[in-house]
């Protein structure tokens, strides 16, 4: 599985809350609190998109992600499973307890503010994030440095939640896509338009399945430089990930982003047990 693409889907949902067409800009934020919702009863079924801003700096954030993990807050997805599609482009995915949302920004250190949309059923494609890189930048793309000119990368996710027999799951999709933002060569049929270069970056992409109570989790690999990188004149940091440029490069001054999706399932889960009555 190559790790360049991601995209999360859940399919069977409410209607889609936004324009997912390719090239039509990242989905809109609807609102911006003081806490990172889970989602509610009252929430439709289908799909939750959360942005947090956490501090940018790399060993910080590494570490804060090290005790997320070791306290249960994260649970990797590892290599083998699904979501290994991304390591190799820089982001890092993770299943996460929707109850434990509002502890887990505590331990990442995220900012009051946040946004959130409701994506609802997400059958086709939705732009999260896109990034412009110029000619003559050299990346780490697909695990090896490249200059791959002027391209414009996409961060997509589409998902929709269904019926299962013990309950309900949502499916969820990341894809990762680039786009040749060169010219195309001049044609001699003026009735012919011009068609963006767009392309899965190496083919892949990453599937997962969200059962209830469970968030995905998607952030940047915090690249942590040598200590010693200051007094060795020889010494560079190498070139930004993907993810780096679409999660660190485009966030708020000082902040990295952290992007989590919540599934919610509506009627169709099973009622609850009634507790018995006392007395």
């Not at 911006?32 to 940018?56: C, H, K, N, Q």
């Not at 027999?165 to 049929?189: F, K």
């Not at 012919?192 to 469970?214: F, I, K, N, W």
């Not at 942590?224 to 999660?247: H, K």
Request: hydrophobic letters at 45%.
């Amino acid at each position: 599985m190559h790790a360049g693409a991601l995209l999360v889907a859940c399919a069977g949902c409410a209607a889609p809350a936004v324009d997912s067409g390719a090239g039509r800009g990242t989905a809109a934020d609807t609102r911006a609190d003081a806490t990172a919702p889970a989602p509610s009863r009252a929430m439709p079924a289908g799909l939750e998109l959360v942005r947090w801003f956490v501090p940018i700096e790399a060993k910080e954030r590494s570490e804060a992600i090290a005790r997320a993990v070791s306290e249960g807050l994260l649970a990797p997805i590892d290599d083998g499973d699904d979501g290994s599609a991304a390591t190799a482009s820089g982001f890092l995915l993770f299943r996460a307890p929707t109850a434990r949302l509002p502890e887990l920004k505590e331990a990442l250190g995220g900012s009051p503010q946040v946004r959130s949309v409701l994506l609802g059923t997400l059958t086709e494609w939705a732009d999260l994030e896109s990034v412009r890189v110029e000619s003559g930048r050299t990346i780490f793309f697909n695990g090896r440095p490249r200059i791959p000119g002027d391209t414009l990368l996409r961060l997509w996710l589409r998902g929709w939640c269904f019926p299962t027999v013990d309950g309900a799951r949502a499916r969820a999709e990341v894809r990762l896509t680039s786009e040749d933002r060169r010219q195309d060569r001049v044609t001699l049929d003026p009735t012919m338009a011009a068609r963006p270069r767009l392309r899965e970056v190496d083919g892949g992409r990453s599937v997962l399945e969200l059962a209830p109570g469970e968030s995905l989790v998607i952030l940047e690999k915090p690249i942590v430089p040598p200590e010693d990188l200051d007094g060795d004149p020889l010494a560079v940091l190498p070139p930004p990930t993907i993810a780096a440029l679409l999660l660190a490069e485009r966030a708020i001054p000082g902040r990295a982003t952290i992007l989590i999706v919540n599934a919610s399932f509506a009627d169709m889960l099973p009622p609850s047990e009634a507790a018995p009555s006392g007395g």
